[in-house]
């Protein structure tokens, strides 16, 4: 399942495509996205606008497999998700497109599990809102947080595995829930989503390991998961206001 949408239109952007033999319009205004469900493709397309800027979102079959599981109902026909291009305006969708763009602009600590929840959010606004069986209830069963027990073990867990490439799917399984149970259920907790809970984590533990002064910033941005020390110094002035070498400074 792919999904466009677009981040900065235009009133003079306009793509035309010809889906099962008649030809299409549609204005690429920002906010604007389009689904091109499995097995559906367009005969032809055509962009006319430079300025249009449109980022596309892949959901893995896998993803959809996972809802369905929650609502206990069969897998999802390829064709159930309304082809659309570009006429199609989703606010949640596109909010959930910038904050992928955020994190491929300037990664965190947590990136694939942001990820990993964004594709679990776009499939299943996608069922409920743009599919043809336009699901309306929630998943089963519903659960309004952790419990002690199991947000004791998703902690431990987190903490234990912090220098590690923790999945949001690791979380789920020490929880003894699916992922999309196990998600909602975190946030409703801690009141955050998993993948902001550990990064928080990974810089604060960057914070301690800057204070004992025994490694590099170097090696603390890769200790703390991030993919160089630029994104770490840029993820941790987002969050203190102040570079790594500046904190340090402070601490002397």
């Not at 689904?35 to 959809?64: C, T, W, Y």
């Not at 006429?87 to 600590?109: F, H, K, R, W």
């Not at 699916?178 to 993948?195: E, L, Q, Y």
Request: aromatic share 6%.
């Amino acid at each position: 399942m792919e999904v466009g949408i677009v981040v900065r239109g235009s009133e003079e952007g306009l793509v035309t495509y010809k889906f099962a033999g008649s030809w299409q319009h549609a204005r690429l205004t920002t906010g604007s996205i389009w689904l091109r469900p499995m097995g559906r493709k367009s005969d032809e397309a055509h962009i006319r606008s430079p300025k249009v800027q449109v980022i596309h979102l892949g959901i893995p079959n896998v993803v959809f497999a996972r809802l369905m599981d929650d609502y206990n109902l069969p897998a999802l026909p390829g064709h159930s998700i309304r082809h659309s291009c570009g006429g199609v305006q989703d606010e949640l969708i596109n909010q959930i497109g910038l904050s992928v763009l955020s994190e491929m602009m300037c990664p965190t600590a947590a990136g694939r599990m942001l990820v990993e929840t964004s594709s679990l959010l776009l499939a299943a606004r996608l069922v409920h809102t743009h599919s043809e069986i336009g699901l309306t209830r929630s998943p089963i069963p519903s659960r309004h947080g952790l419990d002690d027990v199991r947000l004791r073990r998703v902690l431990a867990y987190i903490e234990e595995h912090l220098a590690d490439d923790i999945a949001v799917a690791d979380l789920a399984n020490v929880a003894c829930l699916s992922i999309f149970h196990f998600t909602r259920a975190f946030a409703a907790t801690m009141g955050v989503p998993p993948h902001r809970y550990v990064s928080r984590r990974r810089l604060e533990s960057a914070k301690e390991m800057i204070a004992t002064g025994r490694a590099s910033l170097g090696e603390i941005a890769l200790d703390c998961r991030f993919s160089s020390q630029s994104s770490f110094t840029r993820a941790f002035r987002r969050a203190t206001g102040m570079t790594p070498a500046e904190y340090r400074r402070t601490l002397r």
